[in-house]
């Protein structure tokens, strides 16, 4: 029977569900979490009860943070499965070599690879929002824009993450996707406004992806829904479908290599 458009994609996605079935997602959203949370007691609660509220936005400083800190959870799970996930199934297990043995397409493959971590950051989006109004951090019902802000945010990181999963040639070469993602999560307005920068290195964060994740998620956390929301929420799709088709581009010639 031939497969539909998508190339089996979705084959896929039940296939990494079928794998990870002996957790359950709360276990899988624990794992996710797990981080994050930690550095909302330890900055949000701990610095932030020296800090107050924050200047010009007047809400508590774990407030503020806790969105970013969804943003980049979300971010990092896609992440996960997308790049060192993903090398270990080209590199060691031959797992897409035997893929396109099958009728899968090379499409369905990487249409299939993100929309799991699409799904994985949903589960991480939903576990952390759960944990911030447990904590008693929500402030506006329009949070719940958080969950399709979380599908968005793991869309375009887990396209870009499997376009570099496909030019990865050793384990060594992640920390060179380190040296990208570390200097992002301090300086991309996780802990503080991006008005406190000068206007031009404003302009240098706000081309950041990132900068955009946090604005999708704290815009609404905050009550904020303002024009700029689109653009941001346009910014990622435009980011992840040039990263998906460029990602397809890419494993299509590695696997035909």
């Not at 990870?20 to 932030?48: C, D, N, Q, R």
């Not at 992440?79 to 043995?101: G, I, M, P």
């Not at 952390?128 to 599908?151: D, M, Y």
């Amino acid at each position: 029977m031939p497969l539909p458009r998508a190339g089996g994609a979705h084959l896929l996605v039940l296939r990494n569900i079928w794998v990870h079935k002996g957790g359950s997602p709360w276990t899988m959203a624990l794992f996710s979490i797990f981080e994050p949370i930690l550095y909302l007691l330890a900055i949000g609660v701990g610095i932030g009860a020296l800090v107050g509220d924050v200047p010009g936005i007047d809400v508590p400083y774990a407030t503020f943070i806790a969105p970013a800190l969804l943003a980049t959870a979300v971010m990092n799970s896609a992440l996960e499965e997308t790049t060192q996930t993903a090398y270990a199934k080209l590199t060691f297990d031959r797992f897409y070599h035997a893929l396109v043995a099958t009728p899968m397409t090379v499409t369905g493959l990487v249409t299939g690879e993100i929309a799991w971590g699409m799904l994985r950051g949903l589960i991480t989006g939903l576990g952390f929002l759960t944990a911030v109004t447990a904590f008693g951090l929500v402030t506006s019902p329009w949070i719940l824009l958080a969950l399709p802000g979380s599908l968005l945010i793991a869309y375009t990181f887990g396209a870009a993450g499997f376009l570099v999963a496909g030019y990865v040639r050793s384990w060594d070469d992640f920390q060179y996707t380190q040296l990208v993602m570390l200097p992002m999560f301090l300086f991309a307005t996780t802990f503080y406004p991006v008005t406190i920068y000068p206007e031009p290195v404003q302009l240098i964060v706000k081309a950041l992806p990132l900068y955009h994740a946090i604005e999708l998620i704290r815009q609404p956390a905050l009550g904020q829904l303002e024009p700029t929301l689109l653009a941001n929420a346009t910014y990622l799709l435009v980011l992840g479908t040039t990263c998906l088709l460029l990602a397809r581009r890419r494993w299509q010639h590695l696997l035909s290599a």
